[in-house]
């Protein structure tokens, strides 16, 4: 599960995780005032336990995370795309 590297830490208010590419992750996070370097170390060690070594990890900090147009929230982009022959981008 994708929720569970957030789970030891109650200081993000929000969250959202996009897949760049195959190999590359980026965790958007709003954080509470208290979120420190150490618990970003955290998340990244829990990140790669679950995704593997090879996937990189990068943290972004940001003000808000948008919603869609129909008002929805969305917690995990792919930017992959899928070739029916097994092949992605």
């Not at 370097?37 to 593997?52: D, P, Q, T, W, Y």
């Not at 003000?63 to 792919?78: F, H, L, M, N, P």
């Amino acid at each position: 599960m994708l929720t569970d590297p957030f789970k030891p830490l109650e200081l993000i208010e929000s969250s959202q995780i996009v897949q760049e590419r195959v190999g590359l992750v980026r965790v958007r996070l709003v954080r509470k005032a208290v979120f420190t370097g150490v618990m970003e170390e955290i998340l990244r060690k829990e990140f790669s336990a679950h995704l593997g070594s090879h996937v990189e990890i990068q943290i972004e900090y940001v003000d808000r995370i948008d919603r869609t147009e129909a008002g929805k929230y969305r917690w995990v982009i792919s930017h992959v795309s899928h070739d029916p022959s097994g092949e992605f981008d």
